[in-house]
């Protein structure tokens, strides 16, 4: 899997420099951040934060991704994410927030690491 990474690097970063829509959605709302963070794609999510990709977009279902890294258990890219500037306490359409996922999931250094950053 990670011989694949360099490769993922360059594709993303020719797309956006031939202004390809690097932002597309699924059919479930989930775009290319809200996929690496659920996936444990780390390497790719640091890339993401590079190109000054959105972290607070929401899925259709309302979660943005560090809520979807929270229901994962993905702790190294949920602190990738607020580091970046993802919002801790971003409550999702249906009301539910990171620290609500991360709690639902029963990810205790998840919880720790979302209540330490104020949430």
Do not use: W
């Not at 979807?68 to 927030?97: C, F, H, P, W, Y």
């Amino acid at each position: 899997m990670e011989v694949i990474f360099p490769f993922i690097y360059q594709v993303l970063r020719l797309l956006n420099e031939n202004s390809a829509n690097i932002y597309c959605r699924n059919q479930n709302g989930s775009n290319a951040l809200h996929i690496v963070a659920k996936k444990g794609l780390r390497a790719v999510v640091k890339e993401l934060i590079k190109l000054k990709f959105p972290l607070d977009k929401l899925k259709d279902n309302g979660l943005s991704a560090l809520a979807v890294a929270a229901s994962k258990g993905q702790l190294e890219i949920m602190r990738d994410l607020i580091e970046a500037g993802a919002d801790a306490n971003q409550i999702g359409k249906s009301g539910l927030t990171p620290l609500y996922m991360a709690i639902k999931g029963n990810y205790i250094e998840c919880v720790r690491l979302l209540i330490a950053r104020g949430a």
